[in-house]
């Protein structure tokens, strides 16, 4: 592959970059799917609204972080993993680094080892492949470390290939790398949470999670996220039938909330051995939003003072327990209203405080993997198939527009600098009001 082969198309006159807000991570500057962006686009197709396309060397779904001037994305070609830079001003590829090899897909095109999202502080940037490879680059391009995590911390062992993206924040790069063997006779747990200092690559820390999952359960394709309210902070690791919060410092484990996995008073249904968690928990001040898997339930647990130790029977910390659970999308918090995308691309809203259900409404009718993310009073979330459904914010239900691309969509759709970016498994998508 080079960097000729690809093609950027203009499709219309592109007016001067606006300095915005950057998208640096997978969920955005604050982690939470929100952008202060406004007068975003709420309607467009391939050609209209496009201020450029970007033709990219093979799918993934990665969704791109943006810094300043450039788009950075994981994509894989054939057997090949690439970290590729993209220009905001006009789509141009500006650069393209090999990572690794090995790229393997899931379920033949529901995701392949390119899932996991690059992040960036504006000077590095970097990428995790679900192969286990993991690398920093400048911003320009430039090598500064690469590790291959199967042989730092064990051999992955994951049915669909580890698609957790590790969160970026102040100088370290935290992960979560839960799986293990699944064999009904076989009670191997493979879960460690680590820490690496984000400048060298070295290990900061590395714990051993220990949990009582089996079979699949023990596999998370869920990502950490960090907890902060001023006062608390810990990361948040989510799989292997529970979701715990672990020091910053040093990983030691402060709290743990399990019983996820039926019968329990958290999950009344029966056990369930392929219960794996997707969708990560929503982590918003003084609250997490906790998804499970398999039609199980949605539990959202308050932060306070006695969020310490085993509270999964702690009935104090419980804000409230929905019998519905996303698959895969992450849940979307604006303004106290909960926004949850189900895999049939159904929109559930709830309110944070009470979890009371304010409409379950159906959108587009399709598979959705992508997780909803919010501008200017509007929420944009896409479908497998290419379909991107824009729904008005609040507690009256008003699907606004639905685009169709037709294009395969799994990434998360991404706002900065007053664009719209959406990739698909062919293109890079910059779309803008005129």
Not at 403 to 417: F, H, K, L, R, W
Request: glycine content about 10%; some cysteine.
């Amino acid at each position: 592959m080079r960097i000729t082969l690809l093609s950027c198309t203009l499709m219309l006159i592109v007016s001067p970059v606006v300095r915005g807000e950057s998208w640096p991570q997978w969920r955005g500057p604050r982690n939470d799917g929100v952008s202060s962006e406004k007068n975003i686009a709420t309607s467009w197709s391939p050609t209209e609204n496009v201020l450029w396309k970007c033709e990219l060397p093979g799918p993934a779904g990665a969704t791109p972080a943006v810094w300043e001037e450039k788009i950075f994305l994981t994509t894989a070609d054939g057997d090949d993993l690439f970290l590729m830079a993209v220009s905001v001003k006009d789509g141009r590829v500006l650069w393209e680094k090999k990572v690794g090899t090995g790229n393997q897909n899931a379920r033949v095109s529901e995701g392949n080892s390119a899932s996991p999202s690059p992040s960036t502080d504006g000077k590095h940037v970097w990428c995790f492949f679900g192969t286990g490879a993991l690398a920093c680059f400048t911003v320009d391009g430039e090598p500064v470390w690469n590790i291959d995590v199967n042989e730092r911390f064990g051999k992955l062992d994951i049915q669909f290939g580890m698609t957790s993206t590790p969160v970026l924040d102040g100088d370290g790069l935290f992960l979560q790398l839960l799986h293990g063997p699944m064999r009904r006779d076989d009670n191997t747990r493979t879960g460690k949470v680590i820490r690496l200092d984000k400048n060298t690559g070295k290990t900061v820390w590395a714990i051993d999670r220990v949990t009582q999952a089996e079979f699949e359960c023990k596999h998370s394709y869920a990502s950490p996220f960090i907890y902060r309210d001023g006062s608390r902070e810990f990361l948040v690791v989510h799989g292997a039938d529970c979701v715990t919060g672990h020091d910053l410092r040093d990983g030691a484990e402060l709290w743990r909330f399990g019983e996820l996995n039926g019968p329990t008073k958290n999950n009344p249904k029966q056990n369930d051995p392929t219960f794996r968690f997707v969708a990560s928990p929503l982590v918003v001040p003084g609250t997490i939003v906790i998804p499970t898997a398999k039609e199980g339930p949605m539990v959202t647990i308050r932060v306070n003072e006695d969020l310490r130790g085993d509270v999964s029977n702690k009935g104090s910390i419980v804000a409230w327990n929905h019998p519905r659970t996303p698959d895969v999308s992450i849940p979307l918090v604006v303004d106290g209203l909960v926004y949850v995308l189900h895999k049939d691309g159904k929109l559930q809203c709830l309110d944070l405080k009470t979890g009371e259900e304010i409409y379950f409404q159906r959108t587009y009718t399709g598979q959705h993997r992508s997780s909803p993310t919010y501008a200017d009073g509007h929420i944009y979330f896409t479908s497998n198939d290419g379909h991107c459904t824009v729904v008005k914010a609040g507690r009256d239900f008003e699907i606004v527009s639905i685009n169709e691309m037709g294009e395969a969509i799994t990434a998360s759709p991404v706002i900065s600098n007053g664009v719209l970016y959406l990739r698909s498994y062919q293109a890079l998508y910059a779309i803008r009001k005129p």
